[in-house]
């Protein structure tokens, strides 16, 4: 079965507090993508990252970090020095290839970052 | 200059009503999405469509009916609308299937009455 948890349903930090929010994804195909997407509280979609199955290389953004581990099957993404503005809620996806791709987004984490 | 655009941004209804949600992209994609969040912000594909031709349908009601007249665009009709279908509906596309990531839509809320 395909799958995506993200088991953090909310978390609040305060600014200036770094903060990671786990993905664990299921998945028996070799070949396969994740993703993170963020949803500001206007509602709007915005890609963060992709990477691939081959792919197991950390990557950093700025703020943004994102560790992927194959062996536990986790995509997990931090934030350091959180900002208000990080306030959203954030989707790991995972796009396997089902006789058509289809991309299976996990419930969200809510992140609430006060000042 | 809006990638993926969807219209109307809000849609109030009541129960058996028909309605559409048209989608337009100006990325030059290939490929196009439906996708529905419901009130937990749960989402879940409904409909892909790669080169105008129907790739994905979710077990999704036949009373949701997506037409994509070319590739830049992706309707979607619903008939004799229901209390459930109350949700926002997504709009995204990509360049291929794989490994591009999709770009959204605003989203469109829709509320049955």
């Known amino acids: 079965a395909q799958k995506v948890t993200q088991a953090q349903t909310e978390i609040s930090v305060v600014e200036k507090e770094d903060v990671t929010l786990d993905c664990v994804y299921e998945?028996?195909?070799?070949?396969?993508?994740l993703f993170w997407y963020k949803q500001p509280p206007s509602g709007e979609l915005v890609f963060l990252i992709r990477?691939?199955?081959?792919?197991?290389q950390n990557e950093i953004s700025g703020r943004y970090s994102w560790n992927f581990q194959k062996s536990t099957s986790s995509f997990n993404f931090t934030i350091t020095a959180s900002q208000v503005v990080d306030s959203a809620v954030y989707f790991c996806?995972?796009?396997?290839?089902?006789?058509?791709?289809?991309?299976?987004f996990g419930a969200g984490t809510r992140l609430f970052v006060k000042a | 200059d809006t990638a993926v655009s969807q219209t109307p941004k809000y849609l109030v209804t009541q129960m058996g009503n028909d309605k559409s949600i048209k989608c337009e992209q100006n990325?030059?994609?290939?490929?196009m999405y439906w996708y529905k969040q419901d009130s937990k912000k749960f989402l879940k594909i409904m409909f892909s469509?790669?080169?105008?031709?129907?790739?994905i349908n979710e077990t999704v009601p036949n009373r949701f009916s997506p037409k994509s007249p070319d590739k830049a665009h992706l309707n979607l009709h619903i008939n004799s609308l229901e209390l459930g279908d109350s949700a926002v509906y997504f709009c995204?596309?990509?360049?291929?299937?794989?490994?591009?990531?999709?770009?959204f839509g605003d989203g469109t809320r829709l509320s049955i009455l």
């Open positions: 995204a596309s990509s360049q291929g299937q794989g490994v591009q990531p999709q770009h």
């Open positions: 998945t028996r195909d070799t070949t396969y993508y």
């Open positions: 990477r691939n199955s081959f792919d197991e």
């Open positions: 996806a995972l796009r396997i290839n089902t006789g058509g791709f289809k991309t299976i």
């Open positions: 990325l030059g994609h290939d490929t």
């Open positions: 469509y790669n080169n105008k031709e129907l790739i």
